[in-house]
């Protein structure tokens, strides 16, 4: 139960509402009683047809009613079909056999008595769908979050080879109207924009009116994050579309966030953008790894639960290892290590190999172990335009902080601005913001401590390999026990304290 | 009845929360007499109106007081009764109550008030393991009864109920199952929805997570991204909401809260302002909470405000393991680990 308002009552009307729902709930208990036995028995009538519909029409989420309307719609169309076969035979007669069925109907009325004509079975069969579709709608109209009601809606298209998906595409705008979050309505659009084959484009078009309307839309900004990547594919998978598309939805998810800088739609919107892309795919990616002759310690960007299938070896020259039983070095497996003895000569080259993959290795110089190592952020490639527009944003959050130097959200865009366009040359500026931030949103202070540790993380890592002591020694720029990307540092002798 | 200082928007200044905290207290016993009355009000308009879901009313109630430590008030032996009348001989699946249809959402209530009472002994638990492997599809998804609803809560209900009744290995596919639901997951905040393509939602994000946890998969989850979409559902009145701009309300409350206790994320919102919120969410004088501070209680909010108090560590309350949402030491009792990931 949502949303129910407690309110003081006089004694009276207490007294009055009590009587209605002695009423209300002896008629439930009837009606419930009646349906059971009728269905026990097998009467998968109109009647009982009929007495469904005043439960649901109270209570769209009682399922098992819903399910009894389903058996008798199953078993009308069945007998309609059957009468159908009867009629292709020989249609004169047969129609007319089955009058009483469908005439009996009265939750839909005798209309098509007034033209005298006999309807068709599959006029019959139409009208047995719309019946139900008609209910569903009443239904919703009761309570649009029940998923009940959308679900008998699906399960009566489904039954129906000749359903109007275009008439639900409409009824889909209708509802979005009246509840532009309902993510019902939204999930069936999406059901039946398959079933309609409605094109990307026009859905696309659909959704940038909605958030013309409303900028504060999340169920809107959702929609259009599926469609962009399918209509406008990232061929290097680094950002979630092409970059020609990127840089306008950038320009236009600023202007909505900045219209209202305290509603968090676009705010989200905005840092999928700024993000890269396709993480879910992402195939495993070796972070670091060395190589004695006994053993092998591997590290990868992401967890993965099962090294067997990366088809790991060491190869140099002609020669082939197969690393294999890895065990996990660990909890979030992301670190793993395997015995073996494979003779390594310092003065050849080595690789390793994955799953097509081939990685150089180097040759450790305290113990002459051969490694590979790559930091986690890796500048992405950006266009001179894109480049352009994201300095242009950041100029106009900075241009905004000035007036409001506590906006949260222009805040933190502003920091992800700074690391999308230069990780390292904003590294002070954008932790800066992160600490302003645990002031201005401290409900959240524990989150942006961990970021923090992230990116600063991140600036070590990067800036190791031109440290003079890599890799034997990697200071550490963090003072707690546990430390986000610890993975990388297996092709370290020594993790030290920085000061 | 003054809540007024509790729905104060607040800038998250700690300066001035303790007094706050002092003032409202747990209403431990009125909730126990409102959840002890719950079951025995067979002529209250809402218990008859709502006897659909009656399953799972009585796994809210049982589940609340046990954590509670008071689970003596329920007559145990008329419970069994009620639940084991409600297997279908046929199906093998649990129906809400007498007279209607086994469902998904229902069969898992039932295994979990039997597993609090233990006594899966008093039931046919192969037919149910029956049931369930029945309902999932090639795709890995799952209906949720004969009818064809397709949704991840049916996934976690189904993984959850094998989990508890020892036979996840070797019934279904779970390797299906788990790509099904992280077909689910959005690429723009890490959350997931209750069917491909759906916008992710509190709710299902539970789902979704907790069968990950269920699986040992959490390492699919990209938890950064997930994580601080979660932790941006607290508002500053400290409750929090199930999707981006909406009302904050107890139950979202506990599916964010344990999603982010399972990834081991609780410090990122504040435990404080939400242990406030929900305390605000008591009816002070019929017992029970409400979804929202001055709202209408029922037996379902109820269950999550105490569920969420116990994972916040309040005193008096048994814990809860927040995968299963029933109390830790019947999980442990019956020797199931749900993984729970550590900040990395």
Redesign the interface.
């Known amino acids: ?6 309110v003081r009552t006089t004694e009276e009307e207490r007294e009055r509402k009590k009587k209605e ?2 009423l ?2 002896r008629a ?2 009837a009606a ?1 009683t009646r349906l ?1 036995k009728k269905r026990s028995a097998g009467e998968l009538d109109d009647e009982l047809l009929s007495l469904t519909v005043n439960l649901l029409q109270r ?1 769209p ?4 009613v ?2 009894i309307r ?1 058996e008798c719609v199953l078993m009308k169309v069945a007998q309609l079909q059957e009468s159908k076969e009867k009629e292709d035979q020989g249609p004169a007669t047969i129609a007319g056999e089955h009058k009483d069925e469908g005439d009996g109907d009265k939750a839909d009325g005798d209309r098509e008595k007034v033209d005298g004509s006999k309807p068709t079975v599959e006029q019959q069969l139409q009208r047995i769908y719309t019946t139900e579709l008609d209910l569903t709608e009443q239904c919703l109209m009761v309570n649009p979050k029940s ?1 009940c009601a959308w ?1 008998h809606r ?2 009566t298209l ?1 039954q129906n080879p000749l359903a109007d998906w275009e008439r639900e595409l409409f009824l889909c705008n209708k509802y979005l109207k009246y509840d532009e ?1 309902n ?1 019902h309505t ?2 069936y659009r ?1 059901y039946v924009c398959a079933k309609a084959a409605v094109p990307q484009q026009q859905e696309l078009d659909f959704c940038t009116d909605k958030i013309k309307v409303n900028f ?1 839309n ?2 809107s ?3 259009r ?2 469609l962009l ?1 399918q209509l406008y594919p990232n061929e290097q998978q680094d950002r ?1 579309m092409s970059e020609h598309k990127l840089k306008e939805e950038l320009e236009m998810v600023m202007t909505a966030a900045f219209t209202d800088p305290n ?3 676009a705010w ?2 905005q840092r ?1 953008l700024l ?1 890269s892309g ?3 795919d992402e195939k495993p990616t070796v972070a670091a790894f060395r190589c004695w002759p006994q053993k092998a310690q591997l590290a990868l960007k ?4 099962d090294l067997s299938q990366l088809k790991l070896q060491l190869t140099s020259g002609e020669q082939a290892w197969q690393l294999e039983s890895w065990t996990p070095g660990n ?4 670190q793993w290590q395997c015995n073996h003895s494979i003779e390594i000569n310092a003065s050849l080259e080595y690789a390793l190999e994955m799953q097509g993959q081939r990685f150089k290795l180097a040759v450790q110089p305290s113990d002459k172990s051969i490694y590979y190592f790559v930091p986690p952020v890796a500048a992405a490639s950006c266009s001179s335009e894109l480049l352009a527009e994201l300095q242009s944003q950041l100029q106009s959050c900075c241009d905004l902080l000035e007036y409001e130097p506590d906006s949260k959200w222009t805040l933190l865009t502003s920091a992800l601005l700074m690391r999308a366009i230069d990780p390292m040359q904003y590294h002070e500026q954008s932790l800066a913001n992160l600490i302003k931030l645990q002031q ?8 942006y401590e ?1 970021l923090a540790r ?1 990116w600063t993380m991140e600036e070590a890592l990067t800036k190791w390999p031109e440290s003079a002591q890599f890799p034997q020694v990697f200071e550490l720029p963090l003072k707690t026990p ?1 430390t ?1 990307y ?1 993975q990388y540092l297996i092709v370290a002798d020594t993790v030290q304290q920085a000061e | 009845m003054d809540f007024t200082t509790f729905v104060k928007p607040s800038n998250g200044g700690a300066s001035s929360e303790n007094e706050n905290e002092t003032t409202k207290k747990l209403e431990f016993w009125k909730h126990v007499e409102y959840i002890e009355n719950h079951g025995k009000q067979e002529d209250d308009y809402e218990y008859c109106m709502t006897e659909f879901l009656r399953m799972s009313g009585i796994y809210w109630g049982v589940t609340a007081l046990d954590i509670m430590g008071q689970l003596d008030r329920l007559d145990r032996k008329s419970i069994i009764e009620f639940v084991k009348r409600c297997q279908c001989p046929n199906s093998g699946g649990f129906s809400p109550c007498e007279g209607h249809d086994p469902h998904m959402l229902y069969t898992l209530s039932a295994v979990q008030i039997l597993c609090t009472y233990d006594a899966l002994d008093e039931i046919d638990c192969e037919a149910v393991v029956r049931y369930v492997v029945g309902l999932q599809q090639p795709d890995g998804s799952f209906f949720g009864d004969k009818w064809g609803e397709v949704d991840t809560r049916f996934s976690f209900c189904a993984v959850a109920t094998l989990t508890l009744l020892q036979r996840l290995e070797g019934s279904i596919d779970v390797e299906k199952a788990v790509k099904f639901v992280m077909s689910c997951c959005n690429q723009t905040d890490g959350g997931f929805g209750s069917k491909p393509g759906a916008e992710s939602h509190a709710g299902l994000i539970y789902c979704c997570v907790g069968l990950l946890s269920l699986t040992q998969r959490l390492h699919l989850l990209d938890v950064d991204k997930l994580g601080w979409w979660l932790c941006e559902r607290q508002l500053p009145t400290g409750g929090l909401n199930g999707r981006p701009e909406k009302l904050p309300d107890v139950c979202y409350s506990w599916w964010v809260l344990s999603s982010l206790t399972i990834m081991g994320r609780l410090h990122w919102i504040s435990s404080e302002k939400l242990q406030q919120f929900i305390l605000s969410c008591q009816d002070l004088e019929t017992g029970g909470f409400s979804d929202r501070t001055g709202n209408m209680p029922d037996i379902f909010h109820t269950l999550f405000g105490i569920g969420g108090l116990s994972l916040l560590g309040h005193s008096n309350l048994k814990l809860i393991n927040p995968t299963l949402c029933m109390p830790q030491y019947i999980i442990d009792r019956l020797g199931i680990k749900p993984q729970r990931l550590t900040l990395a």
Request: net charge positive.
């Open positions: 139960m949502h949303g129910r308002v407690k729902q002695v209300k709930m439930y208990r419930m059971q209570n989420d009682i399922g098992t819903w399910n389903r998923y679900h699906c399960w489904e979050r993510f939204w999930d999406r504060s999340y169920s900004w959702h929609h994050s599926l990547p979630p509603d968090s739609s989200f919107y999928w993000g396709a993480q879910l992401k967890p993965c639960a909890e979030e497996k992301t201005v949103d401290a409900l959240r202070k524990g989150y961990d992230r546990k986000p610890s």
